[in-house]
């Protein structure tokens, strides 16, 4: 009886967790949120979050953010208001992925 009981608090307690992690959004996702402004570089190279050479960035509209080439390797300039989604490969590991907001 004890061992039904742990499990059942233990299902509920998993439920609770997934329920709230549901609700924060971006953080399930997984995309990296960026705040920029009209004009302002992102260098992803430097953000720590892509092992550089960083490659094949993609991103899902083109009219909120231009690929630039920086000293420091890619960024993502922000050109004008609104959210894309934007990914970079990496030379170690899976594909970066971050949600960029220009204001």
């Known amino acids: 009886m004890k061992a039904i009981i742990t499990v059942v608090v233990g ?3 998993f439920i609770l967790f997934l ?3 549901k609700a924060q959004g971006s953080k399930l996702d997984g995309a ?3 705040e ?3 004009g302002e570089t992102f260098k992803v190279c430097k953000s720590g979050r892509v092992v550089c050479p ?4 993609i991103c899902d509209d083109a009219k909120i ?3 630039v080439d920086t000293p420091d390797g890619l960024g993502f ?3 004008a208001p609104g959210t894309t989604l ?3 490969g990496s030379s170690v590991g899976p594909r970066r992925l971050f949600r960029i907001t220009v204001h």
Not at 54 to 57: K, Q, V, Y
């Open 86 to 88: 934007c990914s970079v």
């Open 19 to 21: 329920s709230d992690a």
């Open 36 to 38: 920029l402004q009209t």
């Open 77 to 79: 300039k922000g050109i």
């Open 54 to 57: 960083a490659f094949m960035p």
């Open 32 to 34: 990296y949120p960026v």
């Open 65 to 67: 953010i231009m690929l």
């Open 11 to 13: 299902l509920i307690m």
